[in-house]
């Protein structure tokens, strides 16, 4: 069906930034939307931005003004740019997406997740 593949995830210092990218593949026919949610260990995943066909965007409280999602619907992708990183932000970042596979079935996917660690 989907394939969502995730990258940009890595280690970095409280204050720095990174930019995750997700790209979904396959028998793809049309996206509805497209978020990013993040685990840490010992935590339930949660939503951190959102953005759907309408361009209309969702942030999580704990992320307003720091990160920023976007999307390109030419490459079927979304990217989440995270500045001012906090320790906090650590978690295993997911890519989710709601999409149709043909012109009227649709399902929920999910990337592999990608790794980000931030250290004080």
């Known amino acids: 069906q989907v394939q969502l593949v995730e990258s940009g995830g890595g280690s970095v210092q409280a204050g720095e930034s990174l930019r995750l990218s997700c790209v979904a593949s396959?028998?793809?026919?049309?996206?509805?939307?497209m978020r990013w949610y993040r685990q840490a260990p010992g935590k339930q995943r949660e939503l951190v931005a959102g953005?759907?066909?309408?361009?209309?965007?969702t942030y999580a409280d704990s992320v307003k003004g720091r990160f920023t999602i976007s999307r390109d619907n030419a490459k079927n992708a979304v990217y989440l740019q995270m500045n001012n990183l906090k320790p906090e932000d650590t978690a295993a970042y997911y890519c989710?997406?709601?999409?149709?596979?043909?012109?009227?079935?649709?399902?929920?996917?999910w990337g592999q997740g990608t790794q980000v660690t931030v250290s004080s």
């Open positions: 989710n997406s709601y999409a149709y596979y043909t012109s009227t079935n649709w399902n929920e996917f």
């Open positions: 396959g028998s793809l026919f049309r996206i509805v939307a």
């Open positions: 953005i759907n066909a309408g361009q209309a965007i």
